[in-house]
């Protein structure tokens, strides 16, 4: 079960609706800036619209009368950022140029919902799209396209409030964006925390990544010390010719960083990786990895044989 905690200030006019458990599919945090004379902006959204209507109403507690939510900065174009966006119809959303186009690859929300909902539950994808996204309504979710779009930098004002937003090359997915609050020295990186240097660059003190809980600059050095260590042991295994799936199920059982919950995704890490060295540029397939992922998550589930 989720629970939506109230939201939680990271600094001066900016708080976070962060839902635990954090390491879940699809809960992302979500940002609320509140300029000294009213103006509002989120960057990114819930993932459907009862959670978005969640921290809309927690949001509008903040504000003065008459406020709203003016804009919307979405980090990437994953449902899980960018879905919610449909509670504030009147706002602006901003994003960088190649996320709109991104957004074409991505499944639709009725896609999701149909494969979610439509998956045999005695199957392991079954099993694991229900237990882990069968949370999520978005049977009637229309996906709000950006209106504001930009390539490399924008500066914005948030009434008041300053906020830098600079685009990144390809990373997790086409066109991520980070926002930086010169002010109040916070960042929000979406899931692109692999881009630490140039985050650490900004000076932030307080980095809110798309997942999991806020990190000061020794965590997201830590960080970056699990995904160096990631990719190095992914390369000996991959030299070592192991495959792909058997790669990841050995880093799992290495379980080098239990607190980062759910180790299948490591399935995907590895994966792209894989993708990588071989120098396949062409994107996984979204269903037979997600296949891939349950299986291992099955094979790991509380009540199954041990394995030889
Ligand atoms: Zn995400």
Same mark, same amino acid.
């Given at each position: 079960? #989720?629970?939506?905690?109230?939201?939680?200030?990271?600094?001066?006019?900016?708080?976070?609706?962060?839902?635990?458990?954090?390491?879940?599919?699809?809960?992302?945090?979500?940002?609320?800036?509140?300029?000294?004379?009213?103006?509002?902006?989120? #960057?990114?959204?819930?993932?459907?619209?009862?959670?978005?209507?969640?921290?809309?109403?927690? /949001?509008?507690?903040?504000?003065?009368?008459?406020?709203?939510?003016?804009?919307? #900065?979405?980090?990437?174009?994953?449902?899980?950022?960018?879905?919610?966006?449909?509670?504030?119809?009147?706002?602006? #959303?901003?994003?960088?140029?190649?996320?709109?186009?991104?957004?074409?690859?991505?499944? /639709?929300?009725?896609?999701?919902?149909?494969?979610?909902?439509?998956?045999?539950?005695?199957?392991?994808?079954?099993?694991?799209?229900?237990?882990?996204?069968?949370?999520?309504?978005?049977?009637?979710?229309?996906?709000?396209?950006?209106?504001?779009?930009?390539?490399?930098?924008?500066?914005?004002?948030?009434?008041?409030?300053?906020?830098?937003?600079? /685009?990144?090359?390809?990373?997790?997915?086409?066109?991520?964006?980070?926002?930086?609050?010169?002010?109040?020295?916070?960042?929000?990186?979406?899931?692109?925390?692999?881009?630490?240097?140039?985050?650490?660059?900004?000076?932030?003190?307080?980095?809110?990544?798309?997942?999991?809980?806020?990190?000061?600059?020794?965590?997201?050095?830590?960080?970056?010390?699990?995904?160096?260590?990631?990719?190095?042991?992914?390369?000996?295994?991959?030299?070592?010719?192991?495959?792909?799936?058997?790669?990841?199920?050995?880093?799992?059982?290495?379980?080098?960083?239990?607190?980062?919950?759910?180790?299948?995704?490591?399935?995907?890490?590895?994966?792209?990786?894989?993708?990588?060295?071989?120098?396949?540029?062409?994107?996984?397939?979204?269903?037979?990895?997600?296949?891939?992922?349950?299986?291992?998550?099955?094979?790991?589930?509380?009540?199954?044989?041990?394995?030889?």
């Amino acid at each position: 079960m #989720i629970s939506q905690s109230p939201l939680l200030a990271v600094a001066d006019g900016v708080h976070i609706w962060s839902p635990t458990p954090s390491a879940g599919w699809g809960l992302a945090n979500c940002g609320l800036i509140v300029s000294p004379d009213g103006a509002a902006a989120w #960057i990114d959204t819930p993932y459907d619209r009862r959670m978005a209507g969640d921290f809309l109403e927690r /949001s509008r507690a903040l504000l003065p009368d008459g406020a709203r939510i003016e804009r919307v #900065i979405v980090t990437h174009a994953n449902g899980d950022h960018l879905w919610g966006a449909e509670v504030v119809p009147d706002a602006e #959303i901003v994003a960088t140029r190649e996320a709109l186009g991104h957004i074409e690859y991505e499944p /639709s929300p009725q896609q999701l919902h149909a494969l979610v909902h439509g998956s045999d539950p005695a199957t392991p994808l079954g099993w694991y799209l229900q237990r882990h996204f069968g949370r999520f309504d978005w049977s009637g979710t229309e996906v709000v396209e950006p209106t504001l779009t930009f390539v490399g930098e924008l500066d914005l004002r948030v009434g008041q409030v300053p906020v830098r937003l600079f /685009s990144l090359p390809s990373a997790h997915t086409a066109g991520d964006l980070v926002a930086y609050l010169p002010q109040q020295k916070v960042a929000f990186t979406g899931d692109v925390i692999f881009a630490c240097e140039r985050v650490l660059a900004t000076g932030a003190e307080v980095i809110v990544p798309g997942h999991g809980p806020v990190l000061d600059r020794e965590g997201v050095r830590g960080h970056v010390g699990y995904l160096e260590h990631l990719r190095d042991r992914t390369r000996q295994l991959h030299t070592a010719g192991v495959p792909a799936l058997e790669a990841a199920r050995t880093l799992i059982a290495e379980n080098t960083y239990p607190a980062l919950g759910l180790p299948e995704r490591l399935v995907i890490t590895v994966g792209s990786e894989y993708r990588h060295l071989n120098g396949t540029d062409e994107a996984a397939d979204l269903v037979a990895t997600m296949a891939d992922l349950a299986q291992v998550a099955w094979e790991r589930r509380e009540g199954a044989p041990a394995s030889a």
